[in-house]
């Protein structure tokens, strides 16, 4: 009785026209709508169509990373190469015998939307293969970017490609640098797309003759040196950043900004942004840019009062952005973030401000805690800007708050295990660290100090922050109930107090742990070995039709 009324539902739906047919999937979430288009050859055929799975990932705000499509991209290259192999093999080329690879080709956003939901649901379910890079001796430096993990150690450079399924080595290349050496010092590794930035100080142990070098490795051509940058003086003087796709050196002795777009030949600056002598002393605070706006927090002189200097990096115009209120010199921006036409400033984790970046006018400014600038205790602080949210500090310092980009309170992200922290250990410290967020996941790290055990408990969680996004359009006047999501554990380790320090980095689809010996990172593209591509629907691989 059941197979004929389920048979009759769709005889009535496929005497429906197509224009009525589009019109009812508009009424149906994505998943639902890929169930319909995989009931036969007419509503796979009407359902297909780019724009319908675009205006799909558009309402539904799916992130759609680009290691989400290259994946997709792979799967339909697969796909079209099955397609030719059994029609090749198979010359009756009718669909009993070549079954659903007779139809068309699905939309290539249609994959790309079902993919993206199944990482989404990775991340939130914990669903990921787990992975080690070893043998780190006790010195390395790390460097990453979305797609490509560098590590130097003394006499080794390594690269490994991080953005598809899985990692893949690129090189191991032998150099001559020697992180033991006590006049050199590699601090930092920045990359720009294939391009590793391997920045040093050299000093000649004679007071204020330290200076700066920096080295262009190409990692698609097995770490060959492209370019070497001198002529800069020590940290103290030359402040070396990348934000988004350009470099940025900050010389402070001339009061400008240098900006570099990187390639594979030397670089000169494509632009110089400068400032008044002796109003702003900078930098005091995270640096943050976007392709318009570059936001450097200072202390404004002679006040020695927090501000940010905010640059249209087109124009060169420069804005100070001051807080709506005074505010005590000993506190500054510890961090900042710019999005859109949006500048923030975090003041340490007390107060949080957003400004318009182009008329500078302060849009809101929201007090998050009560610390104050005389706090002894050793506290962390973070600001990370998504699509319309902002995650930030919490008066609880193991909590996450969540906002929306004009400052209204959405919620807050708490971990799930946190009682049972206080419980084994009552005298322990737990507080947040460090936010990442990737799409509508944040990955949060969170340090637990034992004294009791003398040591720390690294912990890293994830959570899908995707129902606040509820609230972003609701107008409701006064204040919303603060909505709670749960953090849950993706990995942890232990370390004593007096080691050296762990670190966290995340892209799209994966998280790596960089601890003192070697990486631990977690794949949530594909858990498990190999899946079937009716497998990335939610349907049996005779149901997908691609």
């Not at 002679?302 to 087109?314: A, M, R």
Request: charged fraction near 20%; include cysteine.
């Amino acid at each position: 009785m059941e197979q004929t009324h389920t048979t009759h539902t769709i005889t009535t739906i496929l005497a429906l026209p197509n224009e009525v047919l589009e019109t009812v999937g508009d009424h149906l979430d994505g998943l639902d709508l890929a169930s319909l288009s995989f009931v036969c050859r007419r509503l796979h055929s009407v359902l297909n169509k780019d724009i319908i799975w675009q205006e799909v990932i558009r309402t539904e705000k799916i992130h759609v990373a680009g290691q989400v499509k290259d994946f997709a991209e792979t799967v339909m290259t697969e796909i079209k190469i099955e397609r030719e192999r059994v029609t090749d093999t198979d010359n009756l080329g009718t669909l009993g015998t070549l079954g659903p690879l007779s139809l068309s080709l699905t939309s290539p956003y249609k994959l790309e939307y079902i993919v993206a939901r199944r990482v989404k649901s990775n991340w939130a379910e914990g669903h990921y293969k787990e992975g080690m890079i070893h043998h780190f001796s006790e010195e390395v430096r790390i460097g990453a970017s979305q797609d490509y993990l560098v590590a130097l150690e003394s006499g080794r450079l390594r690269a490994w490609n991080i953005r598809g399924k899985w990692i893949d080595l690129l090189t191991t290349k032998p150099v001559n640098i020697s992180l033991e050496n006590p006049n050199q010092n590699v601090y930092q590794i920045l990359v720009s797309g294939s391009i590793a930035l391997l920045c040093f100080t050299f000093s000649e142990q004679v007071a204020g003759s330290d200076y700066q070098h920096i080295q262009a490795y190409d990692l698609l051509d097995g770490c060959q040196l492209l370019w070497e940058k001198s002529g800069l003086l020590g940290r103290q003087y030359h402040v070396i950043r990348l934000l988004g796709s350009h470099l940025y050196i900050l010389d402070l002795l001339m009061e400008r900004v240098e900006v570099y777009h990187i390639g594979r030949t030397q670089p000169t600056p494509t632009k110089v942004l400068v400032q008044q002598p002796n109003t702003v002393r900078i930098p005091h605070g995270d640096m943050s840019a976007s392709d318009k706006f570059l936001a450097v927090p200072g202390k404004k002189v002679p006040e020695n009062s927090p501000v940010i200097c905010c640059w249209n990096i087109q124009t060169g115009e420069r804005r100070i952005l001051s807080p709506d209120r005074p505010v005590c010199p000993f506190r500054w921006f510890q961090k900042s973030a710019v999005k859109d036409d949006m500048i923030y400033g975090l003041l340490n984790r007390f107060r949080l401000i957003g400004w318009d970046g182009g008329d500078g006018q302060v849009i809101f400014s929201l007090d998050l805690t009560n610390s104050s600038p005389g706090d002894n205790e050793e506290t962390y602080s973070w600001l990370e800007v998504g699509p319309d949210i902002l995650l930030t500090v919490h008066q609880d310092k193991f909590v996450v708050s969540i906002l929306s980009s004009c400052g209204r309170v959405l919620g807050k992200v708490c971990p799930a295990d946190h009682l049972n922290w206080i419980i084994h250990d009552p005298e322990s410290v737990s507080m947040v660290e460090e936010v990442c967020l990737t799409g509508m996941t944040a990955v949060i790290r969170i340090l637990n100090y034992s004294i009791q055990k003398n040591s720390i408990s690294c912990i890293i969680l994830s959570s899908d922050i995707s129902p606040v996004l509820g609230r972003l359009n609701r107008q409701e006047e006064g204040q919303l109930d603060e909505m709670i999501l749960m953090a849950h554990v993706v990995a942890q380790h232990i370390e004593p107090l007096d080691s050296p320090h762990c670190q966290l980095l995340v892209n799209d689809t994966k998280v790596f742990d960089v601890q003192p010996l070697g990486i631990k990172f977690y794949d949530y593209l594909i858990p498990e070995d190999r899946l079937s591509v009716g497998e990335l629907s939610g349907c049996d691989s005779q149901g997908l039709v691609l």
